[in-house]
């Protein structure tokens, strides 16, 4: 079974500061990583994910998330908040080697970045 | 559409009626998801459709819960005999999955469903 673990539920930064949102997973094949945003009052959407090559990926709104293997972890980072980066981040994974696996979700972490 | 279509965007239900929740996914998508979450609350899985194959169901909270996906694209939630603890927003998601496609999934806007 495929699972993932986000440690903290919730993370505060200053604005300007550099963020970090934590994410392992497991998984018993190679894994597809992925991380979603869910702003305010609005719907899900996707921001970035892992397939294969380059353990850093980049995504939107400057984010990006570092794969890391041995750890089995795929933490979300970005240089510099903004308070508009304030909202609810979910990541998840797939088993690569079961073609029509379902995506796993972590319990998610709320990210607030103060002025 | 271009994207996740669900309907009703907000259902108001008297405990005990029961309710129907639609998703259209995108076009050619071949899994579909629903989910449940409270408010800020994370999502809750609670069935998996993927192509022709028996869909997972192992998220369903209850017996009152079912879902159907008709000709592999529309899919339909229905809540019998709705409690108060149902009420919450209901997301459905579709994905494209196998060969090259990745999986990442694109979320409609949701049903919110409220109990009274």
């Given at each position: 079974a495929q699972?993932?673990?986000?440690?903290?539920?919730?993370?505060?930064?200053?604005?300007?500061?550099?963020?970090?949102?934590?994410?392992?997973?497991?998984v018993s094949g190679n894994p597809y990583l992925f991380w979603y945003v869910q702003y305010p009052n609005r719907g899900l959407q996707f921001l970035l994910k892992y397939i294969t090559g380059d353990n850093l990926?980049?995504?939107?709104?400057?984010?990006?998330?570092?794969?890391?293997?041995?750890?089995?972890?795929?933490?979300?980072?970005?240089?510099?908040?903004?308070?508009s980066d304030s909202a609810l981040y979910f990541c998840a994974v797939r088993d690569v080697n079961t073609n029509a696996g379902k995506s796993t979700f972590g319990d998610g972490t709320t990210l607030t970045v103060k002025p | 559409g271009a994207g996740v279509s669900q309907s009703p965007s907000n259902k108001?239900?008297?405990?005990?009626?029961d309710v129907e929740l639609r998703c259209d996914p995108i076009s050619g998508h071949t899994a579909l998801y629903w989910y449940r979450?409270?408010?800020?609350?994370?999502?809750?899985?609670?069935?998996y459709f993927q192509g022709n194959s028996a869909p997972?169901?192992?998220?369903?909270?209850?017996?009152?819960?079912?879902?159907?996906?008709?000709?592999?694209?529309?899919s339909t939630l229905t809540i019998q005999r709705t409690q108060q603890e149902d009420s919450a927003?209901?997301?459905?998601?579709?994905?494209?999955q196998g060969g090259a496609n990745t999986g990442e999934l694109f979320f409609g806007e949701g049903s919110r469903l409220t109990v009274l």
């Open positions: 699972s993932v673990a986000q440690p903290e539920d919730q993370v505060n930064v200053a604005e300007g500061n550099p963020l970090t949102v934590k994410c392992t997973y497991s990926v980049k995504g939107s709104y400057g984010f990006e998330a570092e794969f890391n293997k041995s750890q089995t972890s795929f933490h979300l980072k970005k240089p510099s908040a903004l308070v | 108001v239900t008297e405990k005990g009626k979450q409270s408010l800020g609350q994370g999502l809750e899985f609670l069935i997972d169901k192992s998220g369903l909270p209850s017996d009152r819960f079912s879902a159907e996906r008709t000709g592999g694209s529309v927003v209901y997301l459905c998601a579709s994905s494209q």
